[in-house]
T-cell receptor
Framework: QQQVKQSPQSLIVQKGGISIINCAYE??????FPWYQQFPGKGPALLIA?????SEKKEGRFTISFNKSAKQFSLHIMDSQPGDSATYFC??????????????FGKGTKLSVKP | DVKVTQSSRYLVKRTGEKVFLECVQD?????MFWYRQDPGLGLRLIYF???????EKGDIPEGYSVSREKKERFSLILESASTNQTSMYLC??????????????FGPGTRLTVT
């Protein structure tokens, strides 16, 4: 029930296309859903995050869509660029501080954007 | 900018050696974490700490221990390194409390090879 399931494991998109990565969860107590981006040789960094009181959040070319009833959320990258090539992790969390603030990560999606 | 530094980028150790991985954060964060990252398995939490001298087991603590004597420093210890502990190790920190508690800031990682 603590798992976050992420798909696909890898994704190849042409430059200018739309990249879509999906995540699903079971625990309805999760109340924070971030996406992290990791470039080779670097640690993950927060890209965008959403709370369950909204269905969509957009920051530039990156959008999170959230479906509370289906317990699913997804990352959409519009006009994908070769510089977006990275590994993307979805995550979920409960509550504040202590062990309840821990992030549960999906297994990651390796995105390659072809020029 | 939050900075999380890890003592080594690459480390090669022999089976049975005691290994210390050091992590330092400079933003007075309450929470600190150690993960290992393996292809296809994502980020798995080893140990975390939400206060000095406090530690809690994550999902895969076996074969590891931690130490947090000062707020800014969190050490991961492999008591007797084994080949199955060859991995990328990532340290992270987060603010804690009830103000933006969730975002985790990651270090660049230490790639450990045990031969």
């Amino acid at each position: 029930q603590q798992q976050v399931k992420q798909s696909p494991q890898s994704l190849i998109v042409q430059k200018g296309g739309i990249s879509i990565i999906n995540c699903a969860y079971e625990n309805t107590a999760f109340d924070y859903f971030p996406w992290y981006q990791q470039f080779p040789g670097k640690g993950p960094a927060l890209l965008i995050a959403i709370r369950p009181d909204v269905s969509e959040k957009k920051e530039g070319r990156f959008t999170i869509s959230f479906n509370k009833s289906a317990k699913q959320f997804s990352l959409h990258i519009m006009d994908s660029q070769p510089g977006d090539s990275a590994t993307y992790f979805c995550a979920a969390s409960i509550g504040y501080g202590g062990s309840q603030g821990n992030l549960i990560f999906g297994k990651g999606t390796k995105l390659s954007v072809k020029p | 900018d939050v900075k999380v530094t890890q003592s080594s980028r690459y480390l090669v150790k022999r089976t049975g050696e005691k290994v210390f991985l050091e992590c330092v954060q400079d933003m007075d964060h309450e929470n600190m974490f150690w993960y290992r990252q393996d292809p296809g398995l994502g980020l798995r939490l080893i140990y975390f700490s939400y206060d000095v001298k406090m530690k809690e087991k994550g999902d895969i603590p076996e074969g590891y221990s931690v130490s947090r004597e000062k707020k800014e420093r969190f050490s991961l210890i492999l008591e007797s390194a084994s080949t199955n502990q060859t991995s990328m190790y990532l340290c992270a920190s987060s603010l804690g409390g009830q103000v933006s508690p969730y975002e985790q800031y990651f270090g660049p990682g230490t790639r450990l090879t045990v031969t």
